[in-house]
Structure formats: C-alpha cells, structure tokens
C-alpha cells in the first residue's frame, strides 16, 4: 500500500472539516504553481550595471583596474608598539582585487578587498605627482563596503607625507600622514575619523588634531560612500551617500585645538596664605536658646496607644510547623530529641497581631537636636583664587590649518576583526564636481542594485496575516491551518475537553474522520484487501458514530459562537 502526496492533502481536508478531498487536491496543485513560479523568481539574475573604468582626470583616482598592481604595493614592515611593550606585529595580512561576493550591484566592478581576519593589513600607492592642498579645495572620497559586517576593525585611508623616506615596503603605523579620514568601529565605538597633522609653527614638531564629535559610521554590508572636503577657509563637510552628516571649523571642531590659548596661568604664583575663600561661616554671635535642649531622645513611648481589640495576647507568633514530619531515619540516642521547625502563627495573620504588646514609640515634638550657629557671608571672603594669567611662551596663531602638507601617497594601515573589507573608487583631488561625478558613475548606479537584493533576502513579511485561528481558510494556507486549529485545541483541552470541541470541532470530527480511515485500511491489510463482514460491519458502525460526533460538534460549535457573541455584548456592555 502507498501514500503520496495526495492522500496527506486528502486525511488535511477531512481534518479541516468542511472541506473536501478535492478542495484538498485543488491546493496542492495551486502550491505546486506557487512554488515553481517562486523558485523561477529567486533564480531570476537582478539586472546589474556594468562597470566602464571612468574618463575623469584627477591628481590620483584608483578604480582597481587590471594594472592596479603596479601602483599598490603590501607592506613587509614591523608594526612598532611602543618602548613599554615587547610585543611586534606583521604585516600579514592579505590583499586581493576581485568582484564583491555579497550583494554585488555592478557587472565587472572590482575593489581592494582585505582577505584575512584578525590579522594586521598595510598597503599604499604613491600618488604621480605630489598633491598639495594649499588654497585650494581638498576633495577625499572612496568607497567601503563591509561584506561581512564589522564588530571590531577600521576601514579608514591615510593621506602620507611627501619625503624622501616614503618608501612603500616599510609603510606602517609610524610612517607620517597628513590625514586619516574613515569609518572605524570596535564594541560601543563607533566613529568616523577625520585627524589630521597640524605643524606647529614654532617648534616645528607634529600633533595629531581630533574632530571632537565625529558621525557614526554605517556598518551595513552594501556600499558607503565616505567623502571629506575641506576648503581653503578651514570649514570643512562630511557626507555620507552623498549627504552631509557633520560640518564645521578646523579652528573650533579639534582637540586639542590647532592654537593654543594667548594667555596661561603663572606656574609659579601660589595662592596667598591670607586669601579667604570660604564663602559662608558660623554667626560668631549667635548663642544658642536657654530653653534648647539637646539631651530630648528623638523618639518617645506613645502614652495615648491602646492595645487593638483584636490583639492576641496569648498566641505565640511562631507555632511548630504542624506539616513538619519526624524524619525516618532520626535517631534520638545520636541525634537528640525531635523538634519540629516553628512557622509564623496563621492565626497573627488575620488580626492586628499577637503576643505580648507594648505602646509604640512616637517622634518627640521636643526634639531639636545638637545646636550649631546660622551660617552668614563671610565678611572676609575674596573668592576662588586662581593663578594669575601670563602671556603663553608657546603661542602662535595658524589662521590656515587648511594648508596640509604635501601628500605623496595613499594607505591603508588597519587592523579588522573581520575579512571581506572591500575598498573602491577612490577620488583624491581638488574638484567637488568631478568627486561627485565619479560617484554617479559609480556608486550612484550600484547601491540602489545591492539595496534591492538586501531588501529581497529579508523575511517576507505577511501582509493581512489573520490575527485569530477562526480567520484562518484552509484554502489559503492548508499548513498553518491545521496547526493553528491543533494548538488551539490541546490548549482548550487541557483545561476543559468540552469546551475544546465546542469552538474548535474541526480538530474533533477530522480526529474521528481518520480513525475511521485507519480503521478501514487495517481490516484491509488483514483480510488482503478484502475485510470480512463482520469487520466491514464494525468499521460501518464507527464511521457512522463519527459522523454523528461531527454533526454534534457543528452544532456545539454553533451554540458556543452564539454564547461567545452573546459575552462579548455583554463585555462591550459593561466597558460602556
């Protein structure tokens, strides 16, 4: 004997009750369409864009194209770690140029991708010629797209110094840059960098300067477009996708900031041994009441507390635990006398309380307590005292910070917790018009395509999903159907079995519809495909008793839908 497909859609009609074998057989065919026309859809190809290298000119524009080889070069150096530590890193880390594997929105569109996890990456490229920046507008943009995420990593771009000892197979974490500009995230850090070099002009030396309130970085797995521009008037913009995310001044949005103050306070000036600066004192002629009196306890015996009628003062508050038993193998000669643990007295629980009682106590209306004189001004206060300002030794003023130094190379010095990192389309230039250009060549024409194949592998989302069992048509959803009605049942059942075939009798009578398939099939399987009359007989019986239990369970179905009506008439009643 078989099974298939169709006997298991027929045994889930007749368990639906009311709907028939070919209703049953109808589903099962419109499922089969569905699906074929839904594994049709999901194999379709998105129609992607395909990539065309750019005919834009800038002083070092990066698409990774097939001689990117010859300009990008890895690191071999040590990563240094300071004088304080022993530890040394490699640069191990992989790099390869090659097609996004996730989410790809553009035919033939290659980037520099960071192949290893957990591991420190460094690469650059020199640019032509050396970029400077001076009175001009400074334009950085690329491309980052974090294929598998980023819990712990940077994904930012340093802009190096122009020297002599720009050498490419020592470039680390010590080589000098003029700025670092990118997303760059780990735990609750989240942050897009924008640091730059600033040259004090005294000394010559070095400092790194901040943006205070850096935006947060978008850590999503389709392409972000990061794009930094400053302007010769030391306001500079970061946009993300194209819009502007933070905006600014050089001279107010750094730490520490790129002048230092014109004045600061005397090291050596101390603070005069005279110098009041306490605000308020005690009244020196205050004296204290001759009727205070600082011995009166806060708290005295209430006189005018009576015992509460119900008080009983017989009853102990704790009484042996009269469900306490002696345990079996309690041994009175080694273990002692038996006593059973004490509970708290249930009788004390319904009145006022038991025991012995005595007056409360009450807050004393006498009490003042220890007496200390009303704080005045101080007559002879002079204020906070602070060192006197003198003029700042070290003061300069840069009134353009925008001047970087010249920039003779690009790199990437990071380390990712996460391989996939993909870079792209990198713009270093003067023009905002061609950096924006370049981005609806590009990126523009790609993020809407990874958009859409994100959105189409997230979970479908039912729409008009029923928001009851009762809603549910087994016509519409055979499977969910009868698990919904089962559940429905065994948790009605479990309290009362009555009630459960009353509102759902679908689940009673399909029960009873199988038994009696079951019963047939086995008198079949025992007589060889033939049962004897006897047991035809008995399996006619069964099947008419269940067709009278589903007959009755319609009808209690129908008296328990008028009941559960007639409550909520009377719930909307009683709200009114």
Known sequence: MRFNVAAAAASAALLAGGVSADDAQKVLKDESSSTAAEAATSVSPVELPTFTPTKLKAPFLEQFTDDWDARWKPSHAKKETGPDTEEEWAYVGEWSVEEPVVYKGMEGDKGLVVKNAAAHHAISAKFPNKIDPKGKDLVVQYEVKLQNGLECGGAYLKLLRENKALHQDEFSNTTPYVIMFGPDKCGHTNKVHFIFNHKNPKTGEYEEKHLSSPPSAKIVKTTELYTLIVHPNNTYLIQQDGETVKEGSLLEDFVPSVNPEAEIEDPNDTKPEDWVDQARIADPDAKKPEDWDEDAPYEIVDEEATMPEDWLVDEPQTIPDPEAQK????????????????????????????????????????????????????????????????????????????????????????????????????????????????????????????????????????????????????????????????????????????????????????????????????????????APAPVKKAAKDVKEKAKDAKDKAAEAVATGAEKAKEATKRNTRSQS
């Open 327 to 530: 345990p079996e193998d309690w041994d009175d000669e080694e273990d002692g006398d038996w006593i059973a643990p004490t509970v708290p007295n249930p009788k004390c629980f319904e009145v006022s309380g038991c025991g012995p009682w005595t007056k409360p106590m009450k807050q004393n209306p006498d009490y003042k307590g220890i007496w200390s004189a009303p704080l005045i001004d101080n007559p002879a206060y002079k204020g906070p005292w602070a060192p006197r300002k003198i003029a700042n030794p070290d003061y300069y003023e840069d009134k353009t910070p925008a001047n970087f130094e010249p920039m003779g190379a690009i790199g990437f010095e990071i380390w990712t917790m996460q391989n996939n990192i993909l870079f792209d389309n990198i713009y270093i230039g003067h023009s905002v018009e061609d950096a924006k250009a370049l981005a609806d060549e590009t990126f523009f024409k790609k993020h809407p395509v990874e958009e859409k194949l994100e959105e189409a592998e997230k979970p479908k989302v039912e729409e008009n999903k029923p928001s009851s069992p009762n809603d549910l048509k087994f016509t519409e959803d055979p499977v969910t159907y009868i698990k919904e009605k089962v559940d429905l049942f065994v948790t009605i059942a479990k309290k009362d079995p009555v009630e459960a075939i009353k509102f759902v009798p679908e689940v009673a009578g399909g029960a009873a519809a199988l038994l009696v398939t079951f019963i047939a099939i086995l008198a079949s399987l025992v007589s060889g495909g033939s």
